[in-house]
């Protein structure tokens, strides 16, 4: 076996990646005259030092778990699916007119509904770049992403003409009426010292489920190994009488689905009414959920938390430290995209060398046999 | 149970901390189109940046980059006791409508929007009353009898623009004609300035050779553009006269800048509900300085003023767009 212990491919190569991201980082902090050693604390403080800190880490986690399962479960069949923000703006329509157009006697009830919209509309979104690439060959790549842009301008045109409130100027729909307010955590866990405004609520556990359940679907079920059949090698699928073009939809489907789902966490449980950019770039850091997580639902659910810390205590950074713009917590998110995605190798060859060396050499200390 | 252990401790850390910075100073969040936009948030930024160096004092601010990021960051600066929180756009107005209750003990001020809560502070301005007047000096200096309107955002506020401009423009020139486009419809619509660009100049080819731009940081694209096609430009909210010294006919001075800095000056004492600020209030006005001193022929600017005090008197009464969505001038 030369092959790493999966602890090791799962969690040290990420984290050795996110040091890396952090020290380059800590020097761009430097190179603007700020401490980089404040700028962390104040970044993990403000991340995880409060209830009030964890109530958005764990918010914005919640939308991350699902754009990452969509990103993975659509990466073990080779497809990338780029356009999870186009997809969970759709689901955020979804939601927002099963909530808006029936009078719900309880939450429990709309959310399932609402689950059940936010997945269709999501689905659907990406079900006519996956019917392009398996009927036509269309890359996958390009549709998505220009998907995403006519999901925008789609969005735009019926929050502006059909959902706008009479009277109101903002592009928005109107608030969700009391009954379909969600459990937040204050709700659930007032133990836990979260406030009645923290933004954390139900679909939290949601995105547990999902987790979970993309697990189940990937390593636990024929349709599961057939869609990695699929991703591994094609050909090799095909003479095994895999059906490529039911695989490529059936995979972008439940990838469009979940990336849907996060809507009942951005505009169900939190801003409860549709605006125009509810996703606010979760699409795209799925990408990098899913890169870093390796595809497997622990993984995305890790790096998920861990990208919820960045955004959560990159804007608090931006709070205490005015230095430090916008965009310089930007710079932070891509050097850590840019560790763990792109210079993968990078980290991955040494460490594969070093634990083929610790190996060779545990062999020859133990006596000959 | 390590991550109930940081929860618990982290609540108590949260309770401690929030009561250690109770006594903090006021804070102010801009709108999408950034703080220096030159214009409406700028004005917002001018105004407490005033206030900071009369009294040495500090405030906390945010700038917005996205729609769904209002609430947090409203919350943001309640939590950290910022009072008063003043926030610079109508388009928060929904998102505060529902967090104003849960922070009873800070006052929320929204310019150009009012919100109904006990602790808000709600301005709004006349700006059709100050439209009226930049729309005579544009009326009067225009030679083709055309005149351009560029909008950001299209709503009704930015309508209120267009129409008082309208009513100006043919009160100095009953035979004008005023060629109104909009930018876009949502906050994106603020910061746009290659659009505004492309529209001033489909205005010019019209034959426009004055160009309104209410837009925000938008408007920089359209003072550009009229600029380098050797036509006047009307900036809005700050003084944009100086963007390009001798060809900017004026700016409609929209004094978020004062909305602001009272704001700020009131600090703990400030009073609730809804503040008008229009000519009589010096809310609203045009702009004279020394780089538009000689666009403003003498005649101009008596007409100009003496319309701003038949304005106050009441006299000539500007049609509001927003009293009944109609404006009585046709714009094309």
Known sequence: MDKMPKWADVILIPLISVILALLVSGLVVLYIGESPVEAMQIMVRGAMGSAYGWGYTLFYATNFIFTGLAVAVAFHARMFNIGGEGQAALGGLGVAI????????????????????????????????????????????????????????????????????PGSMAPETARFADAVHLPNAADIAPWLGFRSSTPLNISFLLALLACFLVWMLIWRTRLGYEIRAFGHSETAAVYAGINPVRIIMIAMLISGGLAGLMATNSVMGEAERLVIDNVQGAGFVGIAVALMGRSHPVGVFLAAILFGVLYQGGAELEFEMPAVSREMIVVIQALVILFTGALDNMVRMPMEKLFLSLRRRDRADSPAE | MSLMKSLLGAAAATALSVTAVLADGPALVFDLGGKFDRSFNEAAFNGAQRWAEETGGEYREIELQSDAQREQALRRLAEAGSNPVVMAGFAFGSVLDTIAPDYPETTFVIIDSVVDQPNVQSII????????????????????????????????????FGCGYAQGVVAANPDATVIANMTGTTPAAWNDPVRGGELTR??????????????GGTGVGV??????????SIGVDSNQNGIHPGQVLTSMLKRVDVAVYNAFTAGDEIETGVTVLGLAEDGVGYALDENNAELITPEMQEAVDAAREQIIAGEIVVHNFSDDGTCPVAMQ
């Not at chain 1, 690439?133 to 019926?158: C, D, E, P, W």
């Open chain 1, 98 to 165: 099963v909530c808006l157009s029936v009078p719900w006697p309880h939450w429990s009830l709309a959310l399932l509904v609402a689950c059940g919209a936010a997945a269709i509309f999501g689905a659907a979104w990406a079900a006519i770049p996956a019917y392009l690439q398996a009927k036509r060959g269309s890359h996958i790549v390009i549709t998505t992403i220009m998907f995403n842009f006519i999901a925008s301008a789609l969005l735009v045109y019926l929050l502006v003409n059909v959902f706008r409130v």
């Open chain 2, 223 to 232: 003072l550009q553009t009229a600029a380098d096609e050797g036509i006047l």
């Open chain 2, 125 to 160: 301005f006349q700006e059709h009353e100050g439209s009226f007047l930049v729309g005579m000096l544009a009326g009067m200096a225009s030679e083709t009898g055309v005149v351009g309107f560029v909008g950001g955002m299209d709503i009704p506020l930015i309508s209120r």
């Open chain 2, 202 to 215: 489909g205005q010019i080819a019209q034959g426009a050779d004055v160009v309104y731009a209410a837009a």
